[in-house]
């Protein structure tokens, strides 16, 4: 199946949720430990549990999956419970609940807080930085995968490839510098125990079809909504071949923290939305000047370690335009990416 080919939600969980080949052969080599996914109800999580089932079906293995997070909404809980998953509700910020989960030799953090950061600092530096450190502290004798973000990098030319991990970070306002406290959080506790690896996976923007940049910009052009080109430029991935890296990624996992980014190939953002625009039947409504500059991230370092994604980019395009033309179900949780911001 191909992206364009998926008219229902059931399909897209399909689609979202088969490994490739090297997946199922990079899974193996993890035997058939236990697995406990922090924050796993999210936007990704779910998919990246179902990943990891399939794989393990493939390979003949039977691992444990366990999944705690507050569950904020029950079908959720419900959905991860049927599928098998052992699910702890609570709140991970909460040190007793942290500290009665169980031990996994293979742990993946995928909690944050990002939205309205920049109005609740207090917050923001306790999620992204303090308990990152108590969960380091908790397993310290596991392989951790942290989901982290390209946001702290530097802005590069709109025409490159990008920052690479070998880049210093830049970041700006409350939420890149708690991505970098996130970071050092976990190196930190990396050195202290010595049983423990890491890798900082460092994602940018994942390509789905019930949320992402892709489906937010077709939304825009279809409510008339102008776009803005202050970010001129962004790179475009899906959300199964950013799951695939990150799970790749365990193997990867060492003292230092392996530094991967997840990104995929750079697009302008003109050039996206005449597409969706094409695709959609309908004229685009742009507004602001473009920069020299944009923030995207080289993955050439991903893509050398575990070759070339399966989904590529037109195809994301087009078939972002075809689920919102059909009326295809929305999440409702907006990237805000191409959203006009006025100063007054």
């Known amino acids: 199946m191909k992206f364009t080919d998926i008219t229902n939600a059931n399909e897209l969980w399909q689609f979202m949720t088969t490994p490739s080949d090297g997946l199922v052969a ?5 035997d058939s430990d236990d697995m406990m996914i922090l924050g796993g109800s999210g936007k990704m999580g779910k998919e990246l549990v179902g990943l990891v089932q399939q794989a393990d079906r493939l390979n003949g293995v039977q691992r444990k999956i366990m999944v705690a997070s507050t569950f904020s909404k029950q079908e959720d809980l419900n959905q991860l419970m049927e599928m098998g998953v052992v699910c702890f509700q609570g709140d991970l910020a909460e040190e007793p609940f ?22 609740n600092w207090t917050r923001a ?28 990098y530097p802005h590069t030319d709109r ?7 070998k880049d210093a970070l830049q970041p700006m306002g409350i939420y ?10 976990f190196r930190t506790t990396a050195m202290q125990h010595a049983g423990q690896q890491i890798t900082i996976y460092r994602l940018m923007y ?45 193997n990867q996992c060492n003292k230092e923290g392996w530094l991967v980014n997840a990104a995929g190939p750079v697009w302008q953002v003109r050039d996206i939305v005449t597409a969706l625009a094409e695709h959609l039947g309908q004229e685009a409504i742009f507004e602001g000047s473009e920069s020299d500059q944009a923030l995207l991230a080289d993955d050439s370092k ?17 078939a972002a335009a075809q689920w919102v033309g059909s009326g295809g179900y929305y999440w409702n949780k907006p990237t805000l990416f191409g959203r006009v911001r006025h100063n007054y």
Not at 159 to 165: I, K, L, M, N, T
Not at 176 to 185: K, L, Q
């Open 176 to 185: 890149g510098w708690t991505i970098v406290a996130r970071e050092s959080s």
């Open 159 to 165: 025409y490159g490839p990008g920052a690479s991990e």
């Open 302 to 318: 991903a893509r050398q370690a575990f070759g070339e994604y399966r989904d590529s980019c037109p195809q994301m395009i087009q």
């Open 206 to 250: 994942a390509q789905h079809l019930q949320y992402g940049v892709l489906v937010d910009l077709a939304r825009m052009i279809v409510n008339r909504e102008p776009i803005s080109l202050a970010m001129p430029a962004v790179n475009l991935i899906s959300q199964r071949d950013a799951n695939e890296v990150a799970l790749k990624s365990f």
């Open 26 to 30: 990079s899974m193996k080599v993890l």
């Open 98 to 119: 942290l500290d009665s989960l169980p031990d996994a030799p293979y742990v993946v953090y995928m909690m944050g807080f990002k939205f309205g950061s920049s109005d």
């Open 125 to 152: 530096f306790h999620m992204n930085a303090i308990v990152p450190y108590l969960v380091g502290r908790k397993y310290p004798n596991s392989s951790i995968l942290v989901f982290s973000s390209g946001n702290p």
